[in-house]
């Protein structure tokens, strides 16, 4: 970089990740494995120049700088890496990599080598053995079309539920094992998983089950798409917290009514949970508002969350109390100052000002309510 600057030069990055190496070295053993990363540093040598620097980068991930060389060009270099990996012959390993340029993209080291891995992580999401170039505005996008995961062990069956969820212009991702679906979901806003059953390592349930039970996923809407047609794989997929199951093979119209279904779910609880965070926000306001009830949101919350757990109350309606009990003075945001920390008793004007902030609160949360009656008319 330093270089780069001083010569007026650009360079691009490429690093190189391969595809799914976890569930190889566990298929082949880690002999195998150490063999098949070396004859793929032996086909990244043979296609980058004398000038280039290719380096191990971590585990199974490699970096190529590419000195005086556009994204472009690099692209066609990575291109034939790329294929000469897939063409290995009696092999069928494949590699994702992903293209940042100095000093376009980033001109801070950090930064610079957060957008190639962000971009090698794209190449992954979008379905791996692929080059994928940097674009500094799809990065400034804020909103996107609905991004469903197909996860599924046979790429046929991907390529179906492609072809049947094509025409409604979402966005598809694709993972062939649980923990890239997983890894997936950890680093990119997903919307809707169609999920296989039967997969090697982990099975669908398993993934669902996972996804399910962390605060950061557990809304995202899951669709079990199995062969498996009995009572007892359904029961299981519901357990695990699935949310529609679905028989192989599936019948276009129904599914295609079922994703559009639960995508629209999906984005009113988003909307839902911003509005959530901005009363949050608002009910924090009102604490700075007035000194002497200092923490008095949260202790109601507690105290009422104690209270339902006591009464053996469902967790839907413990969570309700939670927020009924941060939220329940946000209407004292329209109640001036001056009377919420008045130090003497409150004249009968003052007093009826006062009274009106649980209606104030009511007309701010309505937007909530709506939403969540939305929500129900969806089922």
Known sequence: MKRSRRCGKPFTLALIDVDSFAFYNRQNGPAKADRTLKEIADIIKKNVRDVDVAARYSGEAFAIILTECTPGDAAHVMERIRQ?????????????????????SADIKETFLRKAEETLDKAKILGKNRVTIFRKEEYQLCDHAPRILIVDDEPKNIKLLEAFLIPFNYELLKAEN????????????????????????MDGYE??????????????????????DDTDARLKAIEMGADDFITKPPNRVELQARVKSLVKVKLLNNTLTSLESVLFSLAN????????????TLRVSDLAVALGKKLDLPHTDINAIKIGGIIHDVGKIGVPKSI???PGQLDPEEFKIMQSHPYIGYKICMPSQLLMISLYQVF
Do not use: F, W
Request: charged letters at 25%; a negative charge; glycine letters at 4%.
């Open 207 to 228: 993934v669902c089950r996972r996804i399910k039970a962390t605060d950061t996923t557990r809304m995202i809407p899951v669709i079990m798409v199995t062969a498996l």
């Open 84 to 104: 000469d990996v897939e063409l290995r012959e009696g092999e069928h390993t494949t590699i994702s990599i992903g293209i940042a340029d100095y000093p376009a």
């Open 178 to 201: 649980g923990e890239d679906a997983l890894t997936i979901i950890d680093r990119t806003q997903v919307d809707l998983v169609l999920l296989d059953v039967m997969m090697p390592i």
């Open 285 to 296: 306001t009102v604490e700075a508002k007035d000194e002497y009830t200092s923490g008095h």
């Open 340 to 342: 919420i920390n008045k």
